[in-house]
């Protein structure tokens, strides 16, 4: 680990004031970026805990929550409201990592955590576009079985590993953001970055802004909603392919639905093609299929993750298939 | 029965002392006994210290004004180091010391495990940083001593090195190209033929021929490697996280050009080993850096470092052929295959070991061959060659039992062999039958139907499976013990022996309790010190063997010791050692059980306050008569989503022929996690090495996966504890037999659920969609 020295601001503008130096970078529990630092791979100067800002669970005027970025993720996960109106999320929290880690992770650095890619991880040992910018990618042609065959591109091919994000895609929610110079809002889905050829660069946030909450809309329809999350154990372990939904069936033909899907893309990722192809179409298991299969129209499988769109077309099904049966 | 019912009951009835050798004749008269410590399920010793962390590892040790050590590592498979750049480290704060090829003090190189030269224990023969060489990727170019431990390591981030690489091979495919050479263990070829076994597989009625891989593994003990160490003049004391105290001990000796005596390796807790913590580069390199900077160091290796430095599982690739009668009997049995290591050390991974032992067979032709890669050493990795063996081997007999439509239990017991195929020895014991049927009356094994894939709940496809276990009874040579026995009716026990978590102390505890006919509670054992008796191994699950038979030596000579004090008036004056019995806290004579006396009266009779007596076990000729070995019937059900391919275990139980059970407790804790294990074997466990560097890429427990909580069922075992009276106790030990069998039963469960075989391990999702 190299040397930094550390801040702990009781406010967002002590802490925006702060985070405006070079080399200073936020701190949620550190589950992330404490590791990585251990790697040498990230390397501030300025650590700016940010857990002692807001982390409350909020009812917002439209009907909808606004979760405060300190919020850990434990804390999601058993909120009630959450459980009863958008239970995706807190099953989507409670299948990531293990229970310490998720009482110590916060939701906005949930949001920013970094791929788990094999070759970014191995600072010492192997190229890496994301770590190190025109460095060349190790894992095109080498381990890839968790990568991605969404969104990738020829410089980077690594997956956004969190599952929390994929279900707050499917949620509609808003990031809400603060720099010095005031606030914005961020459609989730637009937070992340495809990597195209700046894989390094991997969300909209310029340097020094600080993520302060996340706003869910009232969603009905997320009241019957599921994740479900495939991996290679039956916990802690990252996900091969997981399926963030919500149906509304009416008289058997889809009204509404929201699907996100983790594991398969560098972001999380909004199957918007497939809910398109599911809107005001009859719920049937073929037209579950039919709208998984649109999404992976243009994947790109490399070496070893060729399974990776078969099997997300298989949960995908079998998940719309659930919502829309009893 | 609770934790010590029985445990403190002395034996009433008088007990001889054990044979003065293993190889027929007089099995030991422990085995005889019921009801009092020995099988009791007492609680470990040192349960309580562990659970309250007063347990000190060698990580834990303080040591006055200590250094800590942080290593860089090579990131090339092959070549030269052409430029070390240590100026940036060395100006870093805290550093005490960068030490490289540069600097570092020669030394002697040291036999390597297995290496013809007796003793060995490190994991190659390679030389430890003398020069400029890289042997595999990975390989440690420099060690850093820093004031604490974030400071070293800060440093040793920034040590720079480049390379002129040369070419290496690290393709197993290239390796396999390449040819290699005959495998041997011990200098014995691994291989075996009898008959004309390809011909009477292609005249056979019915046969399976097919081909099965098991990946590269490593070590992922709780504990990660590490050793506290401090110089004193040439006296090196280290506290080390080892199951070969005394072969460390020698070793150091060795590299250093010091008297054996003057290394003192302590090793009284060791959080588990698995085949690992023998030696490796990074405590003799403690060592070194300990010398040139004249304090004492710590060398905690990170999990990364542990990745890097001790080896693990070597990758498998195995051909097994079976060719058989209809009536199910073989007429040919093939397992042949390769399996990747390096030149320079002598560890195989010796896969047909079950074929040698488990069937009888028309014909046999068994061969290992290795494949050389450029890489770090193989090394042993729990029950290695049965584990991975009984896989391809047991899976075979699962394909052949549908082929010919005969239950699997069936065909395996109908081939069940009167001697030992390979050698042709006697089995010592032997009741694979009773286990198979007590297991699979218990799992309820009855009702399998055996067509594939047939049965659903929901998505989840559920199937069940079985599979053999077996793993070789050995005894290792060196045993020695020290037996002291004081006026207060105290015993101890000096072994150079080892604790990793297995219950060592608490199962030598009671078998001494037993031959004294003392209280559980009046015996200790001592053992993790290179200073104290024989050269123990706690590893090829033979040390309760090597433990059990040199306290029997010392016991001996401490009952012809007692003899001695007792005078012509004493009730025992005048009998032999065979001649008297322990009973009730004291000797009486067999002949004539009245004629007692207390240990405390013959020590006050001949003005004592304690009496001690060290011995030698013999050398274990038993093993020229008999074929020993344990066995066991492993049972398992799964269920495996249909639309997903991930398998669930649901249910296990092993049923095993283990010889008899010293510890009820700590030998169920023994077997489950050896199934644990093999549940990583079969569904999980795969280091990834880059073919492209040679470099392990998912060195950390968040990218290499043991099994989580989740991934374990209700796990049941049962023994048919029937002894073995060629062996001390009438024990096997038990460390290896609970891994083996293990993914052959889950491969075979999955497919009786699926109807897919998978022949290549981990099975891993992918591979049931
Ligand atoms: C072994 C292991 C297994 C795991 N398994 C899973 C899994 O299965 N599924 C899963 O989803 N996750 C998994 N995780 C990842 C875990 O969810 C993340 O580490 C965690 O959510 C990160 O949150 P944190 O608060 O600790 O972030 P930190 O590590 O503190 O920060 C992460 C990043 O966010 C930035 N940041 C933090 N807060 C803010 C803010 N308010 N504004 C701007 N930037 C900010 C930091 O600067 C940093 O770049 C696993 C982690 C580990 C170590
Ligand atoms: S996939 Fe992306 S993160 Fe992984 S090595 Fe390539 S560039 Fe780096």
Redesign the interface.
Same mark, same amino acid.
């Given at each position: 680990?190299?040397?930094f020295t550390y801040a702990r601001p009781t406010n967002a503008e002590d802490a925006l004031r702060q985070g405006a130096a070079a080399g200073a970078r936020y701190l949620g529990g550190g589950t992330n970026l404490v590791d990585l630092m @251990?790697q $040498?791979i990230e390397q501030p100067g300025l650590l700016i805990d940010v857990t002692g800002l807001p982390g409350a669970i909020e009812e917002t005027p439209d009907g909808g929550l606004l979760i405060g970025a300190a919020a850990r993720n434990t804390a999601v996960a058993e909120h009630r409201a959450v459980r009863a109106r958008y239970p995706m999320l807190a099953r989507a929290i409670v299948a990531g990592a293990s229970g310490q880690i998720r009482n110590m992770a916060t939701v906005g650095g949930n949001l920013l955590q970094r791929t @788990?890619c094999?070759?970014f #991880? &191995?600072h010492? +040992?192997?190229r890496c576009n994301k770590r190190v910018p025109g460095q060349g990618c &190790?894992a095109i042609? +080498?381990?890839n @079985?968790s990568h991605a065959i969404l969104g990738t591109s020829p410089a980077c091919v690594a997956t956004h590993p969190s599952d929390m994000c994929v279900a707050l895609a499917a949620l509609d929610a808003v990031v809400h953001i603060r720099s010095s110079g005031g606030g914005r809002t961020v459609p989730l889905t637009d937070l992340h970055r495809l990597p195209g050829d700046h894989p390094e660069i991997e969300t909209v946030l310029e340097p020094g802004e600080l993520v302060t909450g996340i706003a869910l809309p009232a969603l009905p329809l997320a009241a019957r909603s599921a994740y479900r999350k /495939?991996?290679? @154990? %039956?916990? #802690? %372990?990252f996900a091969? /392919?997981s399926v963030a939904a919500a149906l509304e069936v009416e008289g058997g033909t889809v009204r509404d639905v929201r699907l996100a899907l983790g594991g398969v893309a560098t972001k999380p990722w909004r199957a918007w093609r497939a809910e398109e192809a599911l809107r005001s179409r009859p719920a049937t298991a073929e037209n579950f299929r039919a709208a998984a299969e649109a999404e992976f129209a243009e994947a790109r499988p490399l070496r070893d993750n060729g399974?990776k769109a078969?099997?997300a077309v298989? $949960?995908t $099904? %079998?998940v719309l298939e659930e919502l829309a049966g009893g | 029965m609770t934790a010590d019912a029985g445990a403190a009951r002395p034996a009433r009835v008088a007990i001889a002392p054990g044979p003065d050798g293993w190889a027929g004749g007089e099995p030991d008269p422990l085995i005889r006994r019921r009801g009092g410590p020995l099988g009791a399920p007492v609680s470990r010793v040192d349960g309580g210290l562990k659970v309250r962390g007063a347990a000190r590892f060698a990580a834990e040790v303080p040591l006055a004004s200590m250094v800590y050590a942080a290593l860089a590592f090579s990131t090339v498979a092959r070549g030269r180091i052409v430029r070390l750049d240590t100026a940036a480290a060395e100006g870093a704060p805290g550093v005490v010391l960068v030490m490289t090829y540069r600097n570092a003090p020669r030394m002697t190189a040291v036999p390597a495990l297995l290496s013809p030269a007796p003793n060995g224990a490190m994991g190659d023969e390679l030389p430890i940083m003398q020069d400029d060489r890289i042997h595999w990727n990975g390989q440690p170019i420099a060690v850093v001593l820093g004031e604490t431990q974030e400071q070293a390591g800060h440093a040793a981030s920034l040590i720079e090195a480049s390379y002129e690489a040369e070419p290496a091979v690290t393709s197993f495919e290239e390796a396999k190209r390449r040819g290699g050479e005959q495998a041997a263990y011990a200098g014995q070829p691994l291989s075996l033929q009898a008959g004309d076994a390809e011909a009477a597989l292609s005249a056979a009625a019915v046969k399976v021929d097919a081909v099965y891989r098991t990946p590269f593994q490593n070590h992922n003990a709780i504990e990660p490697e590490a050793v506290t160490l401090a110089w004193d003049g040439d006296d090196l004391t280290v506290h080390d996280s080892t199951r070969m105290v005394s072969r460390v001990a020698w070793s150091l000796a060795q590299a250093f050009g010091l008297k054996e005596e003057q290394v003192h390796v302590s090793s009284p807790y060791v959080g588990g080993a698995f085949g690992s913590k023998t030696l490796w580069q990074h405590t003799v390199l403690a060592a070194a850096a300990a010398r040139l900077a004249g304090r004492p160091v710590r060398m905690a290796l990170s999990r990364e470092g542990v990745y890097r430095v001790v080896g693990g599982r070597a990758r498998t690739e195995q051909r097994v052929a079976i060719g058989a009668q209809a009536d199910g009997r073989f007429d040919a049995l093939i397992h042949t295959g390769a399996m990747a290591k390096i030149r320079r050390n002598y560890v195989p991974e010796p896969f047909i070991s079950p074929a040698m032992c488990l069937y009888a067979a028309g014909s046999l032709k068994l061969d290992v061959r290795a494949v050389y890669l450029d890489m770090l050493a193989n090394t042993f990795m729990r029950a290695p060659g049965e584990s991975v063996g009984s896989f391809a081997l047991e899976s075979a007999i699962d394909e052949l039992a549908e082929r010919i439509g005969m239950d699997p239990v069936e065909l395996r017991l109908r081939n069940e062999p009167a001697a030992d195929p390979g050698s042709g020895k006697p089995f010592s014991s032997r009741h694979l039958a009773e286990a198979y049927r007590a297991g699979a009356e218990r799992f309820g094994w009855a009702s399998r139907d055996p067509r594939p894939g047939g049965r659903r709940d929901g998505e989840w496809l559920t199937g069940i499976g079985c599979a053999t276990a077996t793993y070789p009874h050995l005894r290792f040579p060196g045993g020695a013990a020290r037996l002291t026995l004081s006026k207060d009716g105290q015993a101890r026990v000096e072994v150079a022996a080892h604790e990793m978590g297995m219950g060592t102390a608490t199962a030598q505890a009671q078998v001494t309790a037993e031959r004294l006919g003392l209280p559980l509670e009046q015996v200790s054992v001592a053992y993790g010190e290179s200073s104290f008796p024989g050269v123990f191994v706690a590893g090829a699950s033979q040390q309760t063997a090597q433990i059990g038979a040199a306290v029997v030596a010392a016991h001996r000579a401490l009952v012809a010791e007692l003899l001695r004090l007792c005078g012509g008036d004493s009730p025992l004056a005048g009998l032999g050692v065979d001649q008297v019995g322990a009973r009730g806290g004291g000797l009486c004579s067999l002949a004539d059980p009245r004629r007692w006396l207390s240990y405390a009266s013959i020590l006050d009779g001949g003005d004592r306050d304690e009496i001690s007596a060290e011995a030698s076990a013999p050398p274990p000729a038993e093993a020229e008569h008999w074929s020993m070995h344990s066995f066991g019937a492993d049972f398992c059900e799964v269920r495996v989503s249909a639309v997903t391919g991930e398998t669930r275990v649901s249910r296990f139980l092993g049923s095993f022929d283990c010889g008899r059970v010293i510890n009820a407790k700590t030998a169920a804790s023994q077997l489950r996690g050896g199934i644990i294990m093999g549940l990583g074997l079969a569904l999980m466990e795969e280091t990834l090495i880059d073919e492209r560097s040679g470099r392990i890429v998912n060195p950390s427990l968040a990218e290499y996966h043991v099994p989580a909580h989740a991934d374990v069922p209700e796990i049941d075992v049962m023994w048919t504890d029937i002894p073995d009276p060629h062996a001390p106790m009438g024990a096997h030990g038990i460390g290896e037999i609970g891994i083996t069998g293990v993914a052959a039963a889950v491969a075979n469960a999955i497919y009786n659920a699926t109807g897919t075989r998978v022949r290549d391990l981990p099975i891993t999702p992918d591979k049931l969609l």
């Open positions: 680990m190299i040397p @251990r $040498t @788990r094999l070759y #991880y &191995d010492a +040992g192997s &190790d042609e +080498g381990f @079985r /495939v991996r290679d @154990r %039956a916990s #802690y %372990a091969l /392919v399974f078969a099997l298989r $949960t $099904t %079998a | -």
